[in-house]
Nanobody, 114 residues
């Protein structure tokens, strides 16, 4: 059964850090380019970080230098280290394939207070 489960979110003060995790129960995870997305209240879901099968990463301009994506293919898990959090990072964060999206997981809520 295909499943994406995100975790690690929480309520943090601006300037703080979080580490998000995503366990992806999908075939051949190690060969798939994955991505982190986020959806802020009243806004469309947007990609913030992409990570290829071998760990090459691309980041949205708004998060460059603060977000770091990584993956452990042996555990079918990917991570998003978020540093220097800003209020505007408040959103629900999701993981998914970059292309040919799978059903979305529940996401994990990140709330940043000023």
């Amino acid at each position: 059964q295909v499943q994406l489960v995100e975790s690690g979110g929480g309520l943090v003060q601006a300037g703080g850090s979080l580490r998000l995790s995503c366990v992806a129960s999908i075939d051949r995870f190690s060969t798939i380019t994955m991505a982190w997305f986020r959806q802020a209240p009243g806004k469309q879901r947007e990609p913030v970080a992409t990570i290829t099968d071998i760990g090459n990463t691309i980041y949205a301009d708004s998060v460059k230098g603060r977000f770091t994506s990584s993956r452990d293919n042996a555990k079918s898990t990917m991570y998003l280290q978020i540093n220097s959090l800003k209020v505007e990072d408040t959103a629900v964060y999701y993981c998914n394939k970059l292309a040919s999206r799978l059903p979305w997981g529940p996401g994990t809520q990140v709330t940043v207070s000023s």
